[in-house]
């Protein structure tokens, strides 16, 4: 049983920023899994932000292009959490965000949500003035 609990979520002001936080519990060691970060908005399908690999994939960081340059994964493998710092927000980054885990990403779909079977409950992003 893995367990993932996002926090951090709020309202922010466009061009503000917004830190969340994702506790892993349970499983194996943090640092053997793969952890992405996913959006959502209402009636669409889920979409990938950013993914940090596992130490044996070399810590590798991938990112959507709308939030490169602006959002940052970070992993602290002692506390087994990862981080989203997300800066100069925008009204389109608002949907609920969820983390994810998976031990067996294969790296050409670690974009993919479907590689992924532990999430999150989601938390609320929404940036508007």
């Known amino acids: 049983q893995v367990d993932l609990v996002e926090s951090g979520g709020g309202l922010v002001q466009p061009g503000g920023s917004l830190r969340l936080s994702c506790a892993v519990s349970?499983?194996?060691?943090?640092?053997?899994?793969?952890m992405g970060w996913f959006r959502q908005v209402p009636g669409k399908e889920r979409e990938f932000v950013v993914a940090?690999?596992?130490?044996?994939?070399?810590?590798?960081?991938y990112y959507a292009d709308s939030v490169k340059g602006r959002f940052t994964i970070s992993r602290d493998n002692a506390k087994s959490t990862v981080y989203l710092q997300m800066d100069s927000l925008k009204p389109e980054d608002t949907a609920v965000y969820y983390c994810?885990?998976?031990?067996?990403?294969?790296?050409?779909?670690?974009?993919?949500?479907?590689?992924?079977?532990?999430w999150g409950q989601g938390t609320q992003v929404t940036v508007s003035s």
């Open positions: 349970g499983g194996d060691r943090f640092s053997t899994y793969t």
């Open positions: 994810a885990a998976d031990r067996t990403i294969i790296l050409s779909s670690i974009r993919d949500p479907r590689q992924y079977n532990y």
């Open positions: 940090s690999t596992a130490s044996r994939n070399g810590g590798r960081i």
